[in-house]
Nanobody, 121 residues
């Protein structure tokens, strides 16, 4: 069964940086479109970025210039580099796999990790 496990979250001061990782097991879903999402308490889950099989990327407006999605298909790992973090970036961050195009909507992805918490103060 496909499993995605996020790591790298934690508490960071405003202006700081974090790198989130998503390890994929079961199948090589790094070869599909993959994405990062986040959800704050009481908020809708929102797309951050997506990367397709060829390495093409797309970003939500709020993420452009601060967040970078990348992957290492050989190791089956998806990354999200986050710079210049702000308190409004505080959320649970999720990786997703199984997409077929550069989509940042929840419905585009059938496989999800359990999330890693990012808190910015």
């Amino acid at each position: 069964h496909v499993q995605l496990v996020e790591s790298g979250g934690g508490s960071v001061q405003a202006g700081g940086s974090l790198r989130l990782s998503c390890a994929v097991s079961g199948c090589t879903y790094t070869r599909t479109t993959m994405g990062w999402f986040r959800q704050g308490p009481g908020k809708e889950r929102e797309g951050i970025a997506a990367i397709d099989r060829s390495g093409s990327t797309t970003y939500a407006d709020f993420a452009e210039g601060r967040f970078t999605i990348s992957k290492d298909a050989t190791k089956n790992v998806l990354y999200l580099h986050m710079n210049s973090l702000k308190p409004e970036d505080t959320a649970m961050y999720y990786c997703a796999a199984g997409g077929s195009w550069l989509c940042t909507q929840v419905a585009c992805f059938p496989y999800w990790g359990q999330g890693t918490q990012v808190t910015v103060s």
